[in-house]
């Protein structure tokens, strides 16, 4: 048995484990949850609505962000070809400036190794790399706790980068990646959340001939534990490419380690039939404690 099947087989077993867990102490949990209280009630602060935030496709800070907030991101994942196996992993830091302004750093790389036993060989076709310098501003301008929604806006830039081993005979910069995005959050109660995050991108390469334009639509549903931070959910990630639609789910878990410590951990199933297979992805969230 392959090491990636291995892995997704104990990361499922986790999954089961944990929400068996956590679902047989709901009914001694109190209806309000505690984490939400915590969040939103919070004197001489401004307003804030508690939503659950995807996995994958991350938000640039929460909702609502207030200043000094902060958040480190570790993630890690592996997607399966039908050629070969696809690593990504990527560094993120988000804070906020001012309230309800969010910044965003990410470094996002991918690695590739050929299922022929040769790792970026001659006849691999991804190369590996650095995907790029990821930068994101965020602004919620609706923060509305009567009817538990929120919106925001904002802005992505990616300055993409070569392949590792093109360092030396090109550019290191290949073009830019331009993508503007909306979102609209909405919790039902205390428990039940959903959110749309869309936009289209733009890659333009600075050669001028690379030129691809598509647009995403990326939807969530989650159900948060009560009086916790644990949740599980799906986000459906679509994206609409020369006509046509492609579309992945994936189911997702997030548990509280410590107070300030949580991990989340996704799975990728592609609907259509190409090139992609099941893919696992995992997320270390750290959020050091605020000082307002």
């Known amino acids: 048995m392959s090491t990636l099947i291995s892995l997704r087989i104990a990361l499922f077993s986790v999954f089961v484990i944990c929400s068996i867990s956590v679902f047989s102490q709901i009914t001694k949990q109190e209806k309000d949850s505690i984490y939400i209280a915590e969040t939103e009630e919070q004197e001489n602060l401004s307003a804030k609505v508690l939503h659950a935030e ?97 919106m925001a806006g904002g802005y992505l830039h990616k300055f993409t980068m070569n392949a590792f081993d093109n360092y030396s005979s090109s550019r290191l910069f290949t073009g830019n990646l331009i993508s503007p995005f909306l979102v609209v959050a909405k919790r039902f109660g205390t428990n039940f959340h959903s ?17 691809e334009f598509f647009y995403q639509i990326n939807s969530s549903f989650h159900y948060m534990i009560t009086g ?34 949580m991990i989340g951990i996704v799975t990728g199933i592609p609907i259509e039939a190409n090139n992609d297979r099941f893919s696992t992805f995992f997320r270390l969230i750290y959020e050091p404690k605020t000082k307002h």
């Open 195 to 211: 959110l749309l995050y869309t936009g289209p991108l733009w890659e333009r390469g600075f050669s001028g001939f690379e030129n």
């Open 54 to 150: 995807p996995l994958y496709i991350d938000l640039i800070r929460d909702l609502g962000a207030r200043k000094g907030e902060r958040e480190w991101n570790l993630g890690f994942g592996i997607k399966d070809n039908n050629n070969y196996e696809e690593y990504e992993t990527l560094l993120e830091y988000e804070w906020a400036v001012i309230d309800r302004l969010g910044l965003e750093v990410e470094l996002p790389f991918t690695f590739y190794y050929d299922r022929r036993g040769v790792s970026n060989g001659e006849n691999s076709l991804p190369r590996s790399k650095l995907e790029g310098l990821q930068l994101a501003a965020q602004y919620t301008f609706l923060v509305d706790p009567k009817h538990n929604l929120s």
């Open 228 to 261: 916790t931070r644990n949740f599980i959910g799906l986000e459906i990630n679509k994206i609409v490419l020369y006509g046509n639609l492609e579309t992945t789910l994936r189911p997702q878990m997030r548990l509280g380690i410590s107070e300030h410590l």
